[in-house]
């Protein structure tokens, strides 16, 4: 059963962990850079996951045993060493973004590696198992390169903010489409990636008046959110909807959700405050998400609740008769 005191308490420590590692290390080093901040960022948000599903015990096998155990010691690690090389001013871009998009078409690979759908009596074949991991892949490739295109042209704290609520959303949904050890896994990406990315906001501002290695820092980008970010998003969708019962469409609204982030960068709004801008953009956002999780929790009470409702009655009467 679900447990919200345990949920909150692990949300909870992902996020103290990794705001008190963002400003012990930059506290430590007053000339900084963007690449400096952006592996302070990674390596805050390592330690910040790393705490909160230690708080979650999720029991992780290794070797892995199914899709989740996959996504958070295989592909999460991959993501954020990834974002660690892409960060580093020395990398091109070119090779920053080949490391992103081979990890983009292995991802939907390593998580049915081993599972029903490639087995020899599974429920795929060959073509069906091709073309399913290239439409995720496309996918994942193209949200990320128009929210990285995104950042850049107008970085701020709201498009992370963005991919932690479509994240909450994400694991909410999956949670009440049966798989409730795979939605909870949502919740410690979703404390780390508001915490670094609010932490770094406040970081920036402080030091946009002194001298630094990149000069003033304000507004600059910290791409290790976004990529790290999506790929969490990612994640919970894709275990939600090959291990649990969340559908396509659903799946797919909340992946695409984030980039009703665009709708900003019209004459209207281009040059808007940017509070104005960032509030708009999680308004926007947030309009599919409510309707996705209000379509999710009416299917929920209609298919589940029952079920759940059943089993404690049967808990109750097996207490009472000993």
């Not at 103290?16 to 012990?24: G, H, Q």
């Amino acid at each position: 059963m679900p447990d919200p005191l345990l949920y909150l308490k692990a949300t909870g420590v992902a996020a103290i962990v990794s705001v008190a590692f963002a400003l012990a290390m930059t506290r430590a080093r007053r000339c900084v850079s963007t690449s400096w901040l952006n592996s302070v960022s990674v390596l805050g948000l390592s330690l910040g996951l790393g705490s909160g599903y230690y708080v979650l015990s999720l029991r992780l096998a290794w070797p892995p045993a199914n899709g989740l155990d996959r996504f958070l010691t295989i592909v999460v690690p991959a993501a954020l060493i990834v974002e660690l090389l892409a960060g580093f001013q020395r990398v091109p871009r070119w090779f920053a973004w080949t490391l992103r998009m081979s990890l983009v078409v292995a991802i939907p690979r390593i998580l049915v590696h081993g599972s029903v759908y490639l087995s020899d009596a599974g429920d795929w074949t060959i073509w069906q198992a091709v073309w399913t991991m290239v439409v995720c892949s496309a996918l994942l490739a193209g949200t990320w390169c128009l929210l990285a295109w995104l950042y850049r042209r107008s970085p701020g704290v709201s498009i992370p903010l963005a991919l932690s609520l479509a994240t909450q959303s994400a694991g909410l949904t999956v949670m009440m489409a049966g798989y409730i050890k795979g939605g909870a896994a949502a919740f410690p990406f979703v404390a780390t990636i508001m915490a670094t990315a609010m932490t770094m906001k406040l970081l920036n501002r402080r030091m946009s008046s002194s001298e630094t290695n990149d000069g003033a820092l304000e507004n600059v980008p910290i791409p290790a959110t976004i990529g790290i970010g999506l790929v969490g998003l990612f994640g919970c969708l894709f275990i939600g909807l090959f291990f649990g019962r969340l559908s396509s469409g659903n799946a797919t609204a909340m992946l695409v959700a984030p980039l009703l982030c665009w709708t900003t960068e019209t004459p209207l709004f281009r040059h808007r405050k940017p509070w104005l801008v960032g509030s708009l953009r999680l308004a926007l956002v947030a309009i599919p998400l409510v309707i996705v999780l209000a379509m999710a929790k009416s299917k929920f009470d209609r298919e589940m609740a029952p079920l759940l409702g059943n089993a404690a009655e049967m808990r109750h009467e097996i207490f009472v008769g000993q």
